[in-house]
């Protein structure tokens, strides 16, 4: 199971860096997605990684076994954050579309012009 | 227990919230609110740094949890320092937004302004790791609304290059914090230190990743060289208020790296020196770019923001010693150069102002108020570049101080002369192109009709539509306001140099308790009800 993780981690990790480094909108924001599904992931498996335990303990349970909640409780925090976060650049991305016509990340000649002019 | 620890944080977070539901067709009530509540944080915080003084870290355990597993707020002199920094500036940048009229070109301007000072606030306060990055993540999602605030597609663009970075740090930050938690099993930062002091050398290297990574995130946020790409267009294309306002959030970065590698990681820990080793490198390259590109600069707002990069490579190069006088030094400076930073993007927003919001470094007409912001800008250079008479000569020399002991000496003060100089060669050339040569402008053009040559630039352009991404200066409401503004950042700038003895031996009272992190830890985790011991 630890391999499995890893490699999903891995996975996605290498697919988000590679989408993210486009030079156009949408793949950067599935890239970034993409990066905040592996962190997530992460996040979770850095509490140890345990089958059929509860993130309780249970008084009454003969041995005393359950896994780390507080992971749990860290990756839900992240999602709500990141579900936040790409709405924001989801709607930053399309008012630069269709304020400057296209959807490059990189700056517009008319930063560089000595004159500033946007026309 | 003091419950005023909370009040930066609790107070913006209501007056956002009033401001969102109430106020939001009133622009006059939002105003009134707006600044009240920013003058009340600066009283709470110059409460809270009078309560701090003492010399005693207080703690406030939010639904008094016992510290480990619940939240801490934690109040320190450090803290309380930043708090009455950051309340100060948004005071007065806030001044300056609603004179020059800056807040009624979107929406919602003051209520992100408050919740920004909420996440800042937060961050300066906290005492979980975690807790951190939400905070980080407070401040940010207001900084994307403040940052866009009057649109325009260059804004835009460089609003989606702003978010995305910072989206990639948010991200950084959690991987560190995984990491963090699966070897030491907290995210209290007090608790995180006595377990990281009591970890065994051989089982390091998770906890140096960790503690690599959470550099990175900072790093990103104060702009160290090569993580600093974001800066300049942010910067450049943000309205001038907000820039302002971000001097203090690229301190945040600052904070968090002192903040961290005191307490959790100090230098005799099990991670040793490895961030200074990787700080020092970075923080000289921060600093040569910075200057060059105010030496190069074509732009006043991006020649501000480089120099606001070169100000945090000095200050990183100071905070990179870790040593007691090296810190008490580099909070000097921050003081120093957030008040800078702040004045040379108001100044900037002055100009463009009135220029028909453009700052190419080109010949154009006689601005209006020339004398007045030339005197002013020739202030803030100096003080940005580090001259005497004022605060940044006397920091710079303070940082030549502190590395004196370090074998690479020559190689650091050569590198903070030589790049002071470009400093001085940037802003002088700016300042003659803006200020000066319009007086000759004649002649220029005369000498060019002679010779055949195209005539330099032309006039100032008409005045600007209402509902233009650019603020101009008949739009203002009180550019009295403005100035007021301005000169308050530079009385403080003087202040700190006409003061600099009893602000050194307040930084040096911080740099002391910072460097003795035991009673810190004891009220984090002894000090409590069903305390371990």
Not at chain 2, 194 to 209: C, F, I
Not at chain 2, 261 to 274: A, K, M, N, Q
Not at chain 2, 295 to 306: D, E, F, M, Q
Request: net charge negative.
């Amino acid at each position: 199971m630890e391999a499995l993780v890893a490699i999903a981690i891995g996975a996605m990790s290498a697919a988000g860096v590679y989408l993210v480094l486009r030079l156009r909108t949408f793949p950067t924001v599935i890239g970034m997605t993409m990066m905040s599904y592996a962190i997530n992931v992460f996040l979770f498996a850095s509490g140890r990684l345990a089958v059929n335990k509860p993130p309780i303990l249970d008084p009454y349970a003969e041995a005393a076994v359950y896994t780390d909640p507080l992971p749990q409780a860290l990756t839900l925090t992240a999602i709500v954050i990141s579900f936040g976060m790409t709405a924001v650049v989801v709607l930053l991305a399309l008012g630069a579309f269709i304020e400057s016509g296209d959807d490059y990340i990189d700056m517009p000649d008319a930063d560089r012009r000595e004159d500033g002019d946007t026309e | 227990m003091n419950h005023f620890i909370i009040a930066p944080v609790v107070l913006p977070a209501v007056i956002g919230g009033l401001i969102i539901l109430w106020m939001r067709h009133d622009m006059l009530l939002q105003r009134v609110f707006s600044t009240a509540g920013s003058v009340i944080l600066l009283g709470v915080s110059l409460y809270l740094a009078f309560y701090a003084s003492s010399g005693e870290v207080f703690v406030y355990r939010l639904g008094n949890w016992p510290a480990p597993f619940g939240i801490v707020l934690m109040l320190d002199e450090l803290a309380a320092m930043m708090l009455v920094l950051g309340a100060f500036l948004a005071v007065v940048v806030q001044l300056y937004a609603i004179g020059s009229g800056w807040d009624r070109k979107g929406w919602h301007f003051h209520a992100l302004w408050q919740f920004q000072m909420m996440g800042v606030m937060g961050a300066f306060l906290t005492g979980d790791a975690f807790n951190l990055f939400v905070f980080f993540e407070v401040l940010l999602i207001a900084s994307y609304g403040l940052m866009i605030h009057g649109g325009g597609p260059l804004r835009l663009r460089a609003g989606v290059q702003y978010v995305i970075i910072n989206l990639l740090g948010s991200t950084l930050f959690l991987a560190a914090l995984g990491t963090l938690y699966a070897v030491t099993g907290t995210l209290n930062m007090a608790d995180m230190a006595v377990k990281v002091a009591e970890m065994p050398p051989e089982d390091t290297s998770l906890l140096r990743t960790g503690a690599v990574l959470l550099m990175l995130v900072f790093a990103i946020k104060a702009a160290l060289v090569p993580l600093h790409f974001w800066l300049p267009s942010t910067y450049a294309n943000a309205p001038g208020p907000v820039a302002a306002l971000f001097a203090i959030m690229s301190k945040v970065g600052i904070y968090s790296i002192i903040r961290f590698y005191t307490l959790v990681f100090p230098g005799d820990s099990v991670v040793e020196s490895i961030v200074a080793d990787m700080l020092l490198p970075a923080a000289l390259i921060t600093l040569v770019v910075g200057q060059i590109g105010v030496l190069g600069g074509r732009h006043l707002g991006r020649v501000a923001a480089l120099s606001t990069i070169g100000s945090i490579g000095t200050l990183v190069i100071a905070v990179s010693m870790f040593t007691p006088d090296s810190i008490s030094a580099a909070l000097y400076y921050t003081i120093h150069s957030t008040l800078a930073s702040a004045a040379l993007f108001l100044i900037a927003d002055m100009i463009a102002a009135r220029r028909g919001g453009e700052l190419w470094l080109t010949l154009r007409p006689k601005i209006r108020d020339s004398g007045l912001i030339a005197a002013m800008f020739f202030a803030a250079a100096i003080a940005a570049a580090g001259m005497p008479p004022l605060s940044g000569f006397l920091g710079k020399l303070l940082v030549l101080d502190v590395t004196r002991a370090d074998p690479w000496w020559i190689g650091i003060w050569s590198t903070i002369l030589v790049t002071s100089l470009f400093a001085i060669i940037g802003f002088g050339r700016a300042g003659s192109t803006l200020f000066w040569l319009p007086f000759q402008l004649q002649r220029i053009e005369a000498l060019a009709e002679e010779e055949g040559r195209p005539p330099p630039r032309g006039p100032i352009p008409p005045k600007l539509e209402p509902d233009e991404h650019i603020q101009d200066i008949d739009d203002a409401v009180s550019p009295t306001m403005t100035f007021i503004a301005v000169g308050a950042l530079l009385a403080g700038l003087v202040a700190m140099t006409v003061f600099a003895r009893p602000a050194l031996q307040m930084t040096d009272a911080i740099a002391e308790q910072l460097f003795d992190p035991q009673p810190y830890v004891d009220s984090v985790l002894i000090e409590q009800e069903g305390a371990r011991k």
